[in-house]
C-alpha cells in the first residue's frame, strides 16, 4: 500500500525532475550537485536512474515503511479518550502511563501498541512527557509554614 505523498516528498521529487532536465542539457553531476546544493553520490544515482528509467526513475517511491495502524479518526478518537483523563478509565491516579495509554487503544480501536511503541502516538499528537510532581503523604503544610515563618528566620546567617 502506497502512502499519500507528503509536501517534502513532492518537493524532493520536484527537484529530481528538475536536475533531469539538467542532465538532458548536458549538465555533469558535479553541476547538478553543486547546483542543488546535495552530496555528488545523491547526483550520481539521480544521473543513473534517470540514465537507465528515464524520470520515471526519478520519480518518488512514496514514504518507507509500514503504513500506520491508526487512521487519522482512529487517532482522533484515542485523543478524545485521553483528554477525558485516566480516572474516566477506571484508573485511582491521573496519571497516564504508556502501559495504561496502550490498553485504552487497544479497548478503543481494537489496535495493538507495545507500550514502548506509544511514545510516538503522543509525539504526532503534540503530547509530551510530563513528571509529576510527588510530595510525602505526611506532608505537614500549618509545620511547614510555621518553621518558615519562625525558625528559618532565627538560624538563617546574618550579613554584617
Known sequence: MKHAPT???KELERRRLKAAKFFEAGKTQV???NHFAVSRPSAWAWYWAWMEEGEAGLRSKGRPGAPPKLTKSQLKKVEKELLKGPGAHGHRTELW?????AALIRKTTGVVFHPGHVW??????GWTAQKPETRARERDEKAIA???????????????
Open 97 to 101: 502511563t504508556l502501559g495504561r495509554i
Open 146 to 160: 510555621g518553621w518558615v515563618r519562625v525558625d528559618f528566620p532565627r538560624i538563617q546567617k546574618k550579613g554584617p
Open 120 to 125: 510516538r502516538l503522543l509525539r504526532d499528537l
Open 7 to 9: 509536501a517534502k516528498t
Open 31 to 33: 553541476w547538478v550537485a
